[in-house]
């Protein structure tokens, strides 16, 4: 329990140094946000709304560094973001709500589901080293290997098109509304095969490579030649024996991964046009919105704080030798 | 002298890989294990000892193949069983029921994920699945006891427990299914003196209990000399003498096993000298011609470079059962 206790100690000070350095990034970005605004509008805009704009993005208080601060820190505490100044006036918490969802459910689950798949073939693959299974392996390396913008653009290139089943951007049919409706949902399942294919197939190849190669580890254990020779069945010494304990390095990477889930993968939602968190932030860094910036930086930093610490709670209930008693 | 056989190994030899790469880590290899005794085999490394024992119990991890041979197992009133012509279920059956094994690694022998509990019971629930849930806790809680170890150490994790309490709770999940056979590879080799010598009292003790046979592996021939009937060397893949513990320990005959009891000062009796054995294991890919023990033997003549000598009973000699492969001793009828 200590030991608990020790880890949430150590997780909620990261999150706090996590959260300064969130503070001071944007600010080391050279520009402003109102120079970028007027960039954009091409100089169509007079000193009078430079000024307003200025005032409106509280620009203008002239604060110290340390009164700005502690003002993002009450900000924080109270759950407020700040109001995006690319989605102006929409506040951030608001961008965030509108894009997290698409993120993590296309990112999330394909996550999961290539962590799953690739463990499942790491194991057989490591477990009947050199069968067709085992030779699947330079193939999902070389697909792990390619750029991943390269890879999608060559699916949409192939596999969309003028009538085509499978549409070549976006998250939704553009003029639906999103909701709980039979026709959005089945929009935006359509929207998200082929994103969610080419993420599949471009990291699946990394958890098997390491599974397999785990296996082939561990079956070169002691304990595995007890297990034959105690006469248990072949799946048994296999699944509770072999990959119970090669899983246990990939239980880390998959809390990493996990925790990339929110910011990890922009290309994926820049190729595809997909409305997630990456999108926004490219979005957001070409706008100079620092609240934003922030935001989705804070959501990314927690969510692999988060996915660390969940890790690390796996490993403990997998792994017995990384349980201190007391 | 009984002979009343619970295992027969006729002519078994072991290759490491296939075809012209092969290597033969075990030459032709007959040995025949009594009911109710403890026979040792002794040897240095990479001379086939433990390949034996993992191709005997068909455990060899790929490339090593079985490439000649049988091993008979005499079931206690039954018909024997070749072992090597078992069907993977049947191996699986045959498999720790009749012919446990306590591996060399007390360290690694145990799934470190696991507790012994677990470890002890999924061997019951594997060979005797219609055992009630109650009956194997107090089954494995038994085994335990057996072995000294107290029963709070059955939620125990392996990395909770020291070499020597993993190397017993080995023993006792060996004798889970009381087995006729335990084959005890380099069982002690990791542990200290003294936990070796008290893991092989309990041996000893619980040997005389369940009445098993014991095929111990060893490179210690110290050790068989004092707890084994008989005892057979092996150098280079073959057997070159087998004969009574005693008898071999007094008297040997080969000089390889000769040289093996002059490797280590014996506690009583006179003093004898130490002079261990010169050069090095031979090279399996490249065996000397004849005795592949000539160029390391400081009594080898004529013949030895030349024809292999045959394991047999020796012409010059009487008295008990003993066989040894040497052109010193020629035996007694090639015929045999």
Redesign the interface.
């Known amino acids: 329990m200590s030991y608990f206790l020790r880890r949430l100690a150590f997780y909620v000070f990261t999150a706090w140094a996590a959260l300064t350095i969130n503070f001071f990034i944007p600010r080391l970005i050279p520009g402003d946000p109102v120079s970028a605004l007027v960039n954009g509008m091409r100089g169509q805009i007079d000193p009078a709304q430079i000024q307003s704009l200025t005032v409106l993005f509280g620009l203008d208080k002239k604060q110290s560094m340390w009164e700005q601060y502690t003002s993002y820190l009450a900000q924080l505490a109270r759950g407020d973001l700040g109001i995006s100044f690319g989605n102006f006036p929409l506040p951030v918490s608001e961008v965030l709500t509108q894009a997290l969802p698409w993120t993590l459910l296309l990112i999330g689950v394909t996550t999961v589901l290539s962590f799953l798949l690739g463990t499942l073939l790491g194991v057989f693959a490591g477990w009947w080293r050199g069968s067709w299974i085992d030779g699947l392996l330079p193939a999902t390396t070389f697909l792990s290997s390619i750029p991943y913008f390269w890879l999608g653009l060559i699916a949409v290139a192939l596999f969309t098109g003028v009538g085509s089943f499978l549409p070549a951007s976006g998250g939704y049919e553009p003029g639906l509304v999103p909701g709980w409706s039979g026709e959005f949902i089945d929009s935006a399942l359509r929207h998200s095969l082929l994103p969610a294919a080419t993420i599949i197939v471009a990291s699946v190849g990394g958890w098997l490579l390491a599974m397999r190669n785990m296996m082939v580890t561990v079956t070169a254990e002691d304990y595995i030649t007890v297990a034959h020779a105690k006469g248990l069945s072949e799946r048994r010494v296999m699944m509770n024996y072999a990959a119970r304990n090669a899983l246990l390095p990939s239980v880390s990477g998959f809390g990493m991964a996990l925790g990339l889930v929110v910011g990890g993968t922009f290309l994926v939602e820049y190729v595809f046009s997909y409305p997630g968190i990456g999108l926004q932030m490219l979005d957001a860094i070409a706008k100079h919105d620092y609240p934003l910036i922030q935001g989705i930086f804070l959501v990314v930093t927690l969510a692999v704080l988060a996915a660390n610490f969940l890790a690390d709670l796996a490993y403990m209930a997998l792994d017995p030798r990384t349980r201190k008693e007391g | 002298m009984k002979t009343d056989p619970v295992l027969e190994i006729k002519g078994l030899s072991v290759d490491y890989g296939l075809g012209n790469q092969a290597v033969r880590a075990v030459r032709d290899v007959s040995l025949t294990l009594n009911r109710g005794e403890v026979l040792g085999l002794a040897g240095e490394s990479g001379s086939g000892k433990s390949t034996l024992a993992y191709g005997l119990?068909r455990?060899l991890?790929p490339p090593g193949v079985v490439s000649a041979g049988k091993v008979i197992y005499y079931p206690p009133g039954g018909e024997p069983v070749d072992v090597l012509s078992l069907t993977?279920a049947g191996?699986?059956?045959?498999?720790?029921?009749e012919t446990?094994?306590v591996?060399?690694?007390a360290m690694?022998?145990?799934?470190?994920?696991?507790?012994v509990s677990t470890q002890l019971i999924?061997?019951l629930e594997?060979?005797q699945p219609g055992m009630s849930r109650q009956a194997r806790t107090a089954r494995a809680r038994e085994l335990l006891k057996m072995v000294g170890i107290s029963e709070d150490r059955l939620d125990a994790?392996p990395?909770q427990l020291s070499g020597g309490m993993r190397q017993r709770v080995?023993i006792g999940?060996a004798l889970a299914l009381e087995p006729k056979i335990v084959i005890m590879d380099e069982p002690t080799t990791a542990l200290d003196v003294v936990m070796q010598r008290q893991i092989l009292r309990q041996l000893v003790d619980l040997r005389k209990r369940f009445d098993f046979s014991v095929l111990f592996i060893t490179h210690d021939l110290s050790l068989l000399v004092e707890f084994s009937d008989r005892i057979a060397i092996m150098y280079g893949g073959r057997i070159v003498e087998q004969a009574p513990a005693s008898v071999l320990y007094r008297d040997s005959l080969h000089p390889y096993s000769d040289g093996l009891l002059h490797s280590f000062p014996a506690l009583r009796g006179p003093r004898r000298d130490l002079v261990g054995i010169p050069g090095s294991p031979p090279d399996l890919r490249s065996m000397p011609s004849g005795c592949s023990f000539h160029p390391r033997c400081p009594k080898a003549f004529d013949p030895c470079s030349v024809d292999v000598p045959v394991l047999g009973t020796p012409a010059d000699l009487q008295g008990p059962a003993r066989k040894v492969a040497c052109w010193l001793h020629p035996i007694r009828n090639s015929a045999d």
């Open positions: 119990t455990l991890p993977p191996l699986r059956e045959f498999r720790w029921a446990s094994i591996f060399q690694g690694n022998s145990l799934n470190p994920v696991y507790k999924d061997v594997a060979h994790y990395h080995m999940m």
